[in-house]
């Protein structure tokens, strides 16, 4: 079955500064990626998604890029605010259905004014 | 709109006890679904409803049962309590045909 790996698992920036989360995947018939943040205290919210007909997505200050030869895509969010800070989950899976979805372990991200 | 909605916010139980979790929609949604997320592991399905009146197996259904109780509610039991099932329980909604999943707030359950 699919298996998703995320690093770093934690991450600290300076504000105005970029972060970068990388994921990556084992099943090449995986072709839909999104991207939930997950605030304290909250269930995650979708962020940012991109199917694998796709290179890069962007939206504001966040982007996504895909490489499906190597099997990873990762998130990039640009000039950092505080409140960017939350986890961040990948995920993976087949034809967007919620059923075979796999979410990555997730990364602390930490914005220091 | 509320969204997803999830009833309890927090529960301790002891051993062998059971509880069940609910959860609510009312965004008309087609596909429920229920989550634990334990630390360092994301979030792991348990089970799922693609639409009313069905109910399937996620990656980690032992120890639980569920219920679509009609479109809107989706209820996640606990027959006999463990701590290993100490976690943080979330539901989700998706549209028919649709790929977001709209989470609600959680359950943190203790087992003691």
């Known amino acids: 079955g699919e298996n998703v790996e995320q690093h770093p698992s934690t991450l600290s920036v300076q504000e105005g500064d970029s972060a970068v989360i990388k994921c990556t995947y084992s099943d090449s018939a995986s072709n839909y990626f999104p991207w939930y943040k997950q605030e304290l205290g909250k269930g995650p919210q979708l962020i940012i998604d991109i199917r694998s007909n796709v290179g890069e997505k962007k939206d504001q200050r966040i982007a996504v890029t895909l490489n499906k030869t190597a099997k990873h895509f990762s998130l990039h969010i640009t000039e950092t605010q505080p409140e960017d800070s939350a986890v961040y989950f990948c995920?993976?899976?087949?034809?967007?259905?919620?059923?075979?979805?796999?979410f990555g372990p997730g990364t602390r991200l930490s914005v220091l004014p | 709109n509320a969204g997803v909605t999830q009833t309890p916010k927090f529960q301790v139980l002891k051993t062998g006890q059971s509880m069940t979790l609910q959860c609510a929609q009312d965004?008309?949604?087609?596909?429920m679904y229920w989550y634990r997320q334990d630390p360092g592991m994301g979030l792991r399905l348990i089970y799922y409803s693609a639409s009313e009146g069905t109910t399937d197996k996620g990656e980690v259904p032992n120890g639980y049962n569920v219920s679509r109780l009609n479109k809107r509610e989706f209820s996640l039991r606990l027959e006999s309590a463990a701590p290993s099932q100490t976690s943080v329980y979330f539901c989700a909604s998706t549209r028919a045909g649709g790929e977001t999943q709209y989470f609600g707030p959680g359950t943190r359950l203790l087992v003691l």
């Open positions: 995920a993976a899976s087949i034809n967007g259905y919620g059923q075979n979805f796999v």
């Open positions: 965004m008309n949604h087609n596909s």
